[in-house]
C-alpha cells in the first residue's frame, strides 16, 4: 500500500500558471498542494527575461488586481522598465520590464513559500486517479497518491516534449529539465484531443565578449515605471540598458544556406510555431526582402554576463548558429553559453474546456497554461489564477466564475480559446479585444478588484489601499465638476499656455480636461484651479476617464445592447441536428463544439448571424 494524503486542491507544475493557481486556491482558504519536478525551477522563465509587453501587460496589471504574484514580482525583479505605446492612446499604452531571472524566481518562490494553506513538494506527477468520470487525485513518480476535490494541470512544454537543434533531437521539458513522459501517455490514453505544437528560444550570449562599442543603448524610462497597482519605485532593483543591433544579408545567406539542416524545413518537426514569434529561419524565408531584422540584446540579470539576444530564436545546428552570430555587428566574437534550440510538445485542444477551463471530459480537472495551446509567461498566469480560483469554486460547489470579453483581457483570451482554439501558440494583442478602449492596463483594478476581493483572492492591505484609491479618484472628479474658471479672471496669456485660446464663457475644469490638448498636470498649472492631486496613478485616472468619456460610454451602451445575447445560455443537452434551417456545417460545428452561450455560439468560426436567428426561434419555442 503506497502512502496517501489528502488535500483539497492539488496544482501539478510550478511554472506561471500553475504558481499562481496554487496562490489563488490557497488565498480563497483551500488546502493547497503544488507539485512540480524542480522546487528550484519554481517561477522559471523558460525562454525570454522579460515580462509585460503590448497586450500582455494588460494581463499582468489583471492578475495584480486579482491579488496575484506576477506584476509584484517583477517589481522586485525588473532591471529595466519601459512604457510602449507611450505616444498613442491609453487603451494601447504597456508597461515592460526586463527581468534579472534569479531575482524574479526568488520573488516567486518568497512568495510561495509564505503563503497560508499552500503546501509545496518536488515530485514528478505520473497519474490521475479517476472515479467514475471525476478526478479524484494524483499518482507521482514515487508512487505516492494525493487526493483531493479539485486538480489544475499546468505542465506547460513538457509534455512528451522534444528539443530539438539541428538534426539532432532529445527529449527534454526545456533545456535542462525532463519531460512529462508518462504523463503525455496516460492523457492520449485519456481520450482528450491533442496536437503538437512547437516554440523556440535563441542562444545565449557571454556578454563580456560583445563590442558594446558598436551596438545602440537603450536605456530605460525615466521617471521609472512600476507594475503592481500595490508597487513602488524603490522596490525595483538596480537598473540596467538593453542594447540594438540588426541582421544583415551576410547572416541571411549564412540562415538560406543552412536551411537543409533546419529541423523546422526539413520536417523534422511537425508541431505548429507561432507567427507572431517566428524564429530567424522563418523571418528570412517568410520576409525575404527584408535587408535586416531588429535584434535586442537584454542582460539576464544584475549577476551575471549572458544576455539573450531577443529576436533571433532558432533551431539551426550549432555551427550555423555560430557563424550568424558573428556575422553581427557587434557579435564578431560572441562566445555562446547556450545553444538555441526548438521545443515540440502536446498540448489539448481549448475547445474542450468549459470558460472556468475546467475539462469538459473530466469533472474536477483544470487545465492552465501552455498546455491549452498557448504562448507566454503572462497568458499562463493570468489562467492559472483562473483555474485555481475555479477549483476553489468548485470546492465551495459554488458557481464558476469567469470575467466577459467586456470586463478583463482574460475574459477574451479564454473566450477565444474556447469557442475559437488554437491553431498556432496563442498570444495576446490588444487588438484582440473589441472593448480595448475600456480594458486598459491603467484600469485594471478599477475593473476586477471588487470582483476578487468576493471571490476571497484580494487581502486587507491590498482592498484597504483600493478603496482609498476609488474614492481619491471620485473626490477629484468631483471638485473638477465644480470648479469653474472664467474668462474674467483667467489672463489671456494663461489661457493661451494651457488652452490654446482664450475662452468666451464659464467652463468646470472637467469640461476643460475634456479638449485633446489639454492635460491634468497642464490644467493644475491654471490659476484658480486649486491644489493638484500628488498621486500620480490618481491624476492618471482622472485625465484618462475624463477624455475618454464620450467613447466610453458609446462603448458601454454598445455592451448593454449585446448583454441580454450574449449571456442567453444554451443548453449543453441541445442536439443542433435538430434545429430548423441550420445547414450540415453548423450543426456539426454546434454538435462538436457545445457553446454554452448564444454569444459564444456567434463567435465561432462559420456560425453566421442566421445561424443565431435559428437558434434564438429554437430556444423560444423551447425546443
Ligand atoms: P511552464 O512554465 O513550462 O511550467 C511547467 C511546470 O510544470 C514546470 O515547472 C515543470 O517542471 C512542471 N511539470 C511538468 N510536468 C510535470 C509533472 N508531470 N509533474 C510535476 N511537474 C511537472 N513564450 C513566449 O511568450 N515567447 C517565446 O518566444 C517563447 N519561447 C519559448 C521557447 C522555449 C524553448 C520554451 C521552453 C518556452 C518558450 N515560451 C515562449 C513559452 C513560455 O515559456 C511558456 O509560455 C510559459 O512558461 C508557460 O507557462 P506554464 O506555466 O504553462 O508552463
Known amino acids: 500500500m503506497s502512502y496517501m494524503e489528502k488535500f483539497e486542491i492539488i496544482v501539478v507544475g510550478g511554472g506561471h500558471a500553475g504558481t499562481e493557481a496554487a496562490l489563488a486556491a490557497a488565498r480563497m482558504g483551500h488546502r493547497t498542494l503544488l507539485l512540480t519536478h524542480n522546487l528550484e525551477t519554481l517561477g522559471q522563465m523558460s525562454c525570454n527575461p522579460s515580462i509585460g509587453g503590448i497586450g500582455k501587460s494588460h494581463l499582468v496589471k489583471e492578475i495584480d488586481a486579482l491579488g496575484g504574484a ?47 494553506n499552500l503546501w509545496i513538494m518536488q515530485q514528478g506527477v505520473d497519474d490521475f486517479i479517476i472515479e467514475g468520470e471525476r478526478i479524484a487525485g494524483v499518482v507521482t513518480q514515487l508512487n505516492i497518491r494525493f ?45 482528450l484531443p491533442v496536437g503538437r505544437l512547437k516554440t523556440g528560444t535563441p542562444p545565449r550570449l557571454d556578454g563580456r565578449s560583445m563590442d558594446y562599442t558598436a551596438l545602440l543603448e537603450q536605456p ?15 522596490q525595483h532593483p538596480r537598473q540596467l540598458s538593453c542594447w540594438i543591433t540588426h541582421t544583415n544579408n551576410e547572416t541571411h545567406d549564412i540562415i538560406r544556406n543552412g536551411l537543409d539542416q533546419s529541423p523546422l524545413y526539413t520536417g523534422l518537426i511537425e508541431g505548429i510555431g507561432p507567427r507572431y514569434c517566428p524564429s530567424i529561419e522563418d523571418k528570412v524565408v517568410r520576409f525575404a526582402n527584408r535587408e535586416s531584422h531588429s535584434i535586442f540584446l537584454e542582460p539576464e540579470g544584475l549577476d551575471t554576463h549572458e544576455i539573450y539576444p531577443n529576436g533571433i530564436s532558432t533551431s539551426l545546428p550549432y555551427d550555423i548558429q555560430v557563424k550568424l552570430i558573428h556575422s553581427i555587428k557587434g557579435l564578431e566574437k560572441a562566445h555562446i553559453t547556450r545553444p538555441g534550440y526548438a521545443i515540440e510538445y502536446d498540448y489539448f485542444d481549448p475547445r474542450k474546456l468549459k470558460n472556468s477551463l475546467e475539462t469538459r471530459a473530466i469533472e474536477g480537472l483544470f487545465f492552465a497554461g501552455q498546455i ?27 458557481e464558476s466564475w469567469c470575467p466577459r470579453r467586456d470586463e478583463a483581457y482574460l475574459g477574451v483570451l479564454v473566450d477565444d480559446l474556447i469557442t475559437r482554439g488554437v491553431t498556432e501558440p496563442y498570444r495576446m494583442f490588444t487588438s484582440r479585444a473589441e472593448y480595448r478602449l475600456q480594458l486598459r492596463e491603467d484600469n485594471a483594478d478599477l475593473r476586477l478588484t ?50 490654446g485660446k482664450t475662452i468666451e464663457r464659464e467652463y468646470t475644469l472637467h469640461d476643460l480636461l475634456r479638449r485633446p490638448d489639454v492635460t491634468y498636470a497642464s490644467l493644475m498649472s491654471l490659476p484658480g484651479a486649486g491644489n493638484a492631486v500628488l498621486d500620480i496613478q490618481i491624476a492618471e ?83
Not at 517583477?74 to 508597461?95: H, M
Not at 539541428?166 to 527534454?172: E, H, L, P, S
Not at 504523463?183 to 492520449?188: G, M, Q
Not at 486587507?460 to 471620485?474: G, L, P, S
Open 220 to 234: 530605460g524610462d525615466t521617471p521609472l515605471p512600476v507594475f503592481s497597482f500595490m508597487g513602488r519605485v524603490s
Open 450 to 499: 471588487e470582483l476578487g476581493r468576493n471571490l476571497g483572492l484580494v487581502d486587507d492591505v491590498r482592498w484597504e489601499a483600493f478603496t482609498t484609491k476609488q474614492a481619491a479618484i471620485r473626490c477629484e472628479q468631483e471638485r473638477l465638476n465644480t470648479v469653474r474658471i472664467s474668462p474674467h479672471t483667467l489672463s489671456e496669456d494663461a489661457a493661451i499656455r494651457v488652452l
Open 541 to 623: 485616472q482622472v485625465e484618462v476617464q475624463a477624455k475618454y468619456e464620450g467613447y466610453i460610454q458609446r462603448q458601454q451602451e454598445e455592451i448593454r445592447r449585446q448583454a441580454h445575447y450574449e449571456a442567453t445560455l444554451l443548453p449543453q443537452t441541445i442536439d443542433y441536428r435538430e434545429v430548423r434551417g441550420l445547414s450540415n456545417e453548423v450543426q456539426q460545428k454546434l454538435n462538436e463544439h457545445k457553446p454554452e452561450t448564444i454569444g459564444q455560439a456567434g463567435r465561432i468560426s462559420g456560425i453566421t448571424p442566421a445561424a443565431i436567428s435559428l437558434l434564438l426561434v429554437h430556444l423560444k419555442r423551447g425546443f
Open 147 to 191: 487526493l483531493a476535490q479539485a486538480v489544475v494541470l499546468t505542465v506547460g512544454t513538457f509534455l512528451a516534449g522534444l528539443a530539438h537543434v539541428g538534426t539532432r533531437n532529445f527529449q527534454a521539458g526545456r533545456a535542462g529539465d525532463p519531460p512529462a513522459i508518462r504523463l503525455a501517455h496516460r492523457l492520449r490514453e485519456m481520450k
Open 372 to 398: 491549452n495551446g498557448t504562448t507566454g509567461y503572462e497568458e499562463a498566469a493570468v489562467q492559472g489564477l483562473l483555474a485555481g480560483v475555479n477549483a476553489g469554486l468548485k470546492v465551495q460547489q459554488r
Open 70 to 116: 506576477m506584476g509584484a514580482a517583477i517589481d522586485e525583479a525588473g532591471i529595466q522598465f519601459r512604457i510602449l505605446n507611450s505616444s498613442k492612446g491609453p487603451a494601447v499604452r504597456a508597461t515592460r520590464a526586463q527581468a534579472d531571472r534569479v531575482l524574479y524566481r526568488q520573488a516567486i518562490r518568497r512568495r510561495l513559500e509564505n503563503q497560508p
